[in-house]
C-alpha cells in the first residue's frame, strides 16, 4: 500500500500546456500543476471532473501542484507513471503476488542492454527482469495501452524478449491504476508497433500480466489480477 498525499487539494482543469504541465483553477486562482503521466489523458482532463491535487514546495519548481487523482465521480483514477514500480515492489514484499514466489529479493532499476528495466528479481533458480507499465484508459470495463505511441515501451519489449532469450525470466506488467476495469488489451490503433513487439515477446515467453488497483483519498495498492486478451479480433 502506498500513501498518498494528507494534504490533497481541489482542482478544476482548464487546459494542457504540455505532456507534463497544464493549468487547473485551485481556490479561485490558475495555476500550474505537474502531471507526472505523458499519455493523451484525454478521457481525464476535462472540467467536469475533480482533480485532487498534492501542495509541492521547491526552490526549482515551477508548478506549486502536482496532480495526483482525478475522480470521474465512479472511481479515482491515479495518474501519476511513477507509481506502478513501487506498487509492484511493496505487494512483492508482502507477497501478495501469487505469480512471483519463486523470487526472493528485488533491485529497481537494473540495466540490461541500452535500457533500463523497471525491476529484477532474484531467486534461486532463474532472476525475473519486469517492466511495469502505467495503465489509465479504461473504455467499456477494457483497459487499453497504450493510449499514445511509446518507441520506449517498444525498446522495452525487445529487451525483455532478449532477456528471456539469454536465459532469464522476463515479465512486464500492467497496472491499472483504477479499479474499474474487468480486463485488459493492447491498443493496436494508438501503437501498432508496440503490439506487435508485445507480440513477439509473448512468443518469446515473456509473461504478460495486468492488474487493477484499490484507490482511495489517502492510498493506493495493487487489487486482483484481471484477465489479458491479446486477440487481434479486439483491436
Known amino acids: 500500500m502506498v500513501k498518498l498525499s494528507s494534504d490533497l487539494v481541489k482542482g478544476r482543469f482548464q487546459r494542457r500546456l504540455n505532456r507534463f504541465s497544464a493549468l487547473m483553477e485551485v481556490s479561485g486562482k490558475v495555476e500550474m500543476v505537474h502531471i507526472a503521466n505523458s499519455g493523451r489523458l484525454g478521457e481525464l482532463l476535462i472540467p467536469d471532473y475533480e482533480m485532487l491535487l498534492t501542495p509541492v514546495n521547491g526552490v526549482h519548481r515551477k508548478c506549486p501542484y502536482d496532480l495526483t487523482l482525478v475522480d470521474t465521480g465512479k472511481t479515482l483514477v491515479s495518474l501519476d507513471s511513477r507509481l506502478p514500480n513501487l506498487l509492484f515492489e511493496e505487494a512483492f514484499k508482502i507477497g501478495s503476488l501469487s505469480d512471483f514466489t519463486g523470487y526472493q529479493f528485488i533491485n529497481r532499476e ?14 534461486l533458480a532463474s532472476d525475473c527482469f519486469v517492466e511495469t507499465k502505467s495503465v489509465t484508459l479504461v473504455e467499456n470495463d477494457v483497459a487499453r495501452f497504450p493510449d499514445a505511441p511509446t518507441s520506449r515501451g517498444v525498446k522495452h519489449l525487445n529487451h525483455l524478449s532478449d532477456a528471456k532469450s539469454n536465459g532469464y525470466d522476463a515479465a512486464i506488467v500492467f497496472v491499472i491504476q483504477r479499479s474499474d476495469a474487468s480486463s485488459f488489451q493492447p491498443d493496436y490503433k494508438s501503437d501498432p508497433d508496440f503490439v506487435e513487439a508485445l507480440e513477439r515477446a509473448v512468443k518469446n515467453d515473456v509473461k504478460v500480466l495486468a492488474y487493477s488497483c484499490d484507490i482511495t483519498n489517502s492510498n493506493i495498492s495493487l487489487s486482483a489480477r484481471i484477465p489479458v486478451d491479446l486477440g487481434r479480433k479486439f483491436w
Request: hydrophobic share 35%.
Open 110 to 123: 537494473i540495466t540490461y542492454g541500452e535500457s533500463r528495466i523497471d525491476i529484477l528479481l532474484h531467486g
